[in-house]
């Protein structure tokens, strides 16, 4: 849940770039980079969750795959909405888009900030090239 006080992404650059290079899912691993709860986040609790960085099972970056999108039966192998299920629905087919971890509301803002500014022009490339490709095998296919 981003705070005031954000990970300065200068510090993970070469660790997120790994992250964000793999082609698997990778918002269960930027919420773990980022700074968690901060104790203005929440109604008064008994219990202290300053820095919690678990997942909140809010379901959006299931909400926002497009490869999900594109293949909605692979939602049907579990009812959960929660970072693991995402990892386990997706695989490694990850069109590593990044949407799951712009969307992540435990992901830092200055994470996010910095995929919009230095990586969603390849990862657009990227996406276009392969629908270029799958363009090209239905083409064929028929
Ligand atoms: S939203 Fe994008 S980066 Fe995240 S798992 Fe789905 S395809 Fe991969
Ligand atoms: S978007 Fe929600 S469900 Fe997905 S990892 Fe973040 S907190 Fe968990």
Not at 27 to 52: D, K
Not at 71 to 98: F, G, I
Request: charged share 25%.
């Amino acid at each position: 849940m981003p705070g005031l006080n954000q990970v300065d992404v200068k510090r993970i650059e070469r660790i997120l770039n790994i992250v964000l290079d793999d082609a698997r899912p990778p918002v269960g691993r930027c919420r773990l980079l980022s700074s968690g709860f901060a104790p203005y986040h929440t109604f008064q609790l008994q219990e202290n969750i300053a820095g919690f960085k678990g997942c909140l099972g809010c379901g959006n970056c299931l909400d926002a795959c497009p490869l999900l999108a594109r293949e909605p039966r692979r939602r049907e192998r579990t009812p959960q909405r929660t970072s693991l299920a995402l990892e386990a629905l997706v695989a490694e087919d990850c069109d590593r888009c990044d949407n799951c971890v712009l969307v992540c509301p435990q992901v830092d803002t200055t994470i996010k900030h910095y995929i919009v500014n230095t990586r969603m022009v390849e990862g657009m490339a990227r996406l276009l090239h392969k629908a270029e490709r799958d363009e090209e095998w239905i083409i064929y296919d028929l």
